[in-house]
């Protein structure tokens, strides 16, 4: 079974950055999905990105494009969010997933619209953004 530890959260201020790190163990094979999703108080949980197909093939909700990088070192069985000009919006719990066997189009449904088909779920790390 996979396991995964979140880690890097932390505060700061409007248009600052961080790096999430998701250390995943169990992994072998190319068809790992693996993804960031956040929660903030009194909302629902979120996809924020996920990666798959060999860390080749990533996705990412609308709100997120073009500051948030999510990438993969294969050798560490590591997984990155980096997360650029931060916005209090993106203030919530972030949690990293992940599963084996899923193709690109199932990893990317999972993130969009059934989280729960990820099976292996991190304790999540606090990201908060001040104004």
């Known amino acids: 079974q996979v396991q995964v530890v979140e880690s890097g959260g932390g505060s700061v201020q409007a248009g600052g950055s961080l790096r999430l790190s998701c250390a995943a163990s169990g992994f072998t094979g190319r068809n790992n999905c693996v993804g960031w999703f956040r929660q903030a108080p009194g909302k629902e949980r979120e996809g924020v990105a996920v990666?798959?197909?060999?860390?080749?093939?990533?996705y990412y909700t609308d709100s997120v494009k073009g500051r948030f990088t999510i990438s993969r070192d294969s050798a560490k069985n590591t997984v990155y969010l980096q997360m650029n000009n931060l916005k209090p919006e993106d203030t919530a719990m972030y949690y990293c997933?992940?599963?084996?066997?899923?193709?690109?189009?199932?990893?990317?449904?999972?993130?969009?619209?059934?989280?729960?088909?990820?099976?292996?779920w991190g304790q999540g790390t606090q990201v908060t953004v001040s104004s």
């Open positions: 990666i798959v197909g060999g860390g080749t093939i990533t």
């Open positions: 997933a992940a599963d084996r066997n899923f193709t690109p189009a199932g990893c990317i449904e999972a993130m969009r619209a059934n989280p729960d088909l990820l099976l292996s």
